[in-house]
């Protein structure tokens, strides 16, 4: 299936600890992207990468840290996780055009205890 | 800097009924509009979208037009299914280039009864 996949699905872990999310996209799109949902359904955009290039990063703290071996996939590590990190992270994919709508995958809800 | 501005929910309906969800925004330049739906437990999944004034999207019954001259993207169904029950977000885009800068609402609660 064609598809914007990522795992886990769910994710809990304690507070201080490192984890990784990790993003796939076999729709042929440049550019990836992770957003952050919290709680109450917000959804804000923390990265972009076109082509393995680094093109948008909103202001996120620097324990966040995506990582793109090549266009179809988009991982996220994040670093001493703290208990505001918990959220619904979403990757994205879209073609490189301004105005491409956006796949989204099933999402990775992370809980930090 | 751009936003989104959702009515807020829930909204509830019985199956059948009409349905309006405003969205108003406010956009340097001349973005593109999106309706964006959520299914519990599921990603967001496009809807339908507008890229210019006065177009209008629609898609699985939903419609919305692009009014420049309210800054609205309205969305409208004219018999809801319980299967419509959903979270939507309004969203505009930024010509971001090669990246669609998606500026998000901050959804809807759809839910319908029979």
């Known amino acids: 299936d064609t598809a914007v996949s990522q795992t886990p699905k769910y994710l809990v872990t304690q507070m201080g600890n490192d984890k990784s999310i990790k993003c796939e996209q076999n729709?042929?799109?440049?550019?990836m992207y992770w957003y952050k949902q919290d709680s109450k359904k917000f959804l804000k955009i923390m990265f972009s990468?076109?082509?393995?290039?680094?093109?948008i990063n909103e202001t996120v703290p620097n324990r966040f840290s995506p990582k793109s071996p090549d266009k179809a996939h988009l991982n996220l590590h994040i670093n001493s996780l703290e208990l505001g990190d918990s959220a619904v992270y979403f990757c994205?994919?879209?073609?490189?055009?301004?105005?491409?709508?956006?796949?989204f995958g099933n999402g990775t809800r992370l809980t930090v205890t | 800097g751009n936003s989104v501005t959702q009515m807020e929910g829930p909204v509830t309906l019985s199956e059948e009924a009409f349905l309006t969800i405003n969205c108003t925004y406010t956009?340097?330049?001349?973005?593109?509009l999106f309706w964006y739906v959520q299914y519990p437990g599921e990603g967001l999944q496009l809807l339908l979208k507008?890229?210019?004034?006065?177009d209008k999207g629609s898609n699985k019954g939903f419609e919305a037009t692009y009014r420049k001259e309210t800054t609205s993207f309205h969305l409208e169904k004219g018999s809801v299914q319980v299967s419509d029950s959903a979270v939507y977000f309004c969203a505009l885009s930024e010509d971001g280039g090669t990246a669609s800068k998606l500026t998000f609402g901050t959804g809807t609660r759809l839910q319908v009864t029979l």
């Open positions: 956009a340097t330049g001349y973005p593109s």
């Open positions: 729709l042929g799109h440049d550019t």
């Open positions: 507008a890229t210019k004034a006065d």
């Open positions: 994205a994919s879209s073609h490189g055009q301004g105005n491409s709508p956006l796949h």
């Open positions: 990468y076109n082509n393995k290039e680094l093109i």
